[in-house]
């Protein structure tokens, strides 16, 4: 089983679709965004400075087991982030809760890297500025915001759905 699982990874991997997460400041947060990646096979980059203390063991600790199954990076800050050779495979595409954009009438490509926001804060201007898209999530009424790693899943699933990475997780 766990041969399965790992080529199945391997495979979703190959379409690289990312996800990254912009100086997150829950470690609770990261560790499920962890878990997301993990099991949707795309990898993780870390966009730090985080909010709290991100050693080597907390992140292992955030991980739990799926540490192993997780491709995650940190970046050491946003410039550093951008210089990365994962920008250079696709865009930018900003999950945030003003886009203008909902998910579902976004059309999402294999190299896009979906980035999220701080949990207390957002994103700084420079993210804004780099992003060359912004989607957000359709809620209900009223509603202020989904959880970080809550959204980047909502968001990753349908950016694998629209690019078949879904159906390669099976495979």
């Known amino acids: 089983m766990a041969a399965r699982r790992q080529a199945s990874h391997l495979s979703v991997g190959a379409l690289k679709l990312r996800l990254a997460l912009y ?3 829950i470690p609770q947060n990261l560790g499920a965004a962890i878990r997301v ?3 949707f096979g795309v990898g993780l ?3 730090e400075p985080c909010g ?3 050693t080597d063991k ?3 600790r955030a991980a739990l087991d799926y540490g192993a199954l997780a491709q995650v990076e940190r970046r050491a800050g946003f410039k550093d982030f951008l210089a990365a050779p994962p920008r250079q495979a696709g865009r930018l ?3 945030e809760t003003d886009a203008i954009v909902t998910l579902d009438r976004f059309v999402f490509r294999p190299g896009d890297t979906l980035i999220l926001g701080r949990e207390s804060a957002g994103v700084a201007d420079e993210v804004l500025e780099a992003a060359q898209a912004s989607v957000r999530i ?5 509603a202020r915001s989904l959880n970080v790693a809550v959204a980047a899943a909502v968001a990753l699933a349908e950016a694998l759905r629209q690019t078949g990475g879904l159906s390669r997780l099976e495979a």
């Open 23 to 25: 100086q997150p400041d």
């Open 37 to 39: 990646a993990a099991c």
């Open 45 to 47: 980059e870390i966009i």
């Open 52 to 54: 709290f203390p991100l």
């Open 58 to 60: 907390a992140l292992k």
């Open 93 to 95: 595409v900003l999950v």
């Open 138 to 142: 359709p809620m209900a009424r009223g």
